[in-house]
């Protein structure tokens, strides 16, 4: 069983469209991360949230503590978009983070 | 803007034959840490460091070792290489205490 879910494995848009990616935890955690990777492997770090909701661009994170979920969000989505989303939290004890096995997006023009 | 820079982007090796992976930060940052991702089953932690000289074992690091000389090069140590260690090996750094981790470009490792 993993403790980081991630939902759908697979998402293929239209440009212009919203799109929604979700992740579910069953561990304690003090913070949790949504990774963006291109191909080719490089990841960037978009979010790390503990709490509520946070924005950059057209990109939207929120996070739900008591329901153990959180959602990143794509607004007017773009083919430069497509990547692999990756869910990760950090546990509240020690330095040890779970990743989810990532979405990955394609936004078709 | 940090940096972490890996030795290489694809490598192949035998069987066998040992392979050293180098990862570099130019952030001073403490805390280190040696991903490897494989599809369906995402990134799983092998060995991290908490500072020069010191490392824990991940989730995975039965076949691997590691060494922390100086605080900006954390290297991963397949002491002989096994095809079923062909994978993406992805390296990471972070200030102690903080969350945000900072990724390297990855290493592709094929072992035949």
Not at chain 1, 18 to 42: D, E
Not at chain 1, 70 to 98: E, K, W
Not at chain 2, 96 to 110: C, D, M
Request: hydrophobic fraction near 35%; charged fraction near 20%.
């Amino acid at each position: 069983k993993n403790e980081v879910e991630q939902s759908p494995q697979n998402l293929t848009a239209q440009e212009g469209e919203f799109i929604t990616i979700n992740c579910s935890y069953s561990v304690g955690i003090s913070a949790l991360h949504w990774l963006q990777q291109h191909p080719g492997g490089g990841i960037v770090s978009l979010f790390m949230l503990s709490s509520g909701k946070k924005k950059h661009g057209r990109l939207i994170a929120t996070i739900n503590i008591q329901e153990k979920h959180s959602s990143l969000h794509i607004t007017a989505s773009h083919p430069r978009d497509s990547a692999v989303y990756i869910c990760a939290v950090r546990l509240l004890m020690g330095n040890q983070f779970y990743f989810g096995t990532g979405t990955s997006l394609t936004v078709i023009p | 803007d940090v940096k972490v820079t890996q030795s290489s982007r694809y490598l192949v090796k035998r069987t066998g034959e040992k392979v050293f992976l180098e990862c570099v930060q130019d952030m001073d940052h403490e805390n280190m840490f040696w991903y490897r991702q494989d599809p369906g089953l995402g990134l799983r932690l092998i060995y991290f460091s908490y500072d020069v000289k010191m490392k824990e074992k991940g989730d995975i690091p039965e076949g691997y070792s590691v060494s922390r000389e100086k605080k900006e090069r954390f290297s991963l140590i397949l002491e002989s290489a096994s095809t079923n260690q062909t994978s993406m090996y992805l390296c990471a750094s972070r200030i102690a205490g903080t969350g945000k981790q900072y990724f390297g470009p990855g290493t592709r490792l094929t072992v035949l």
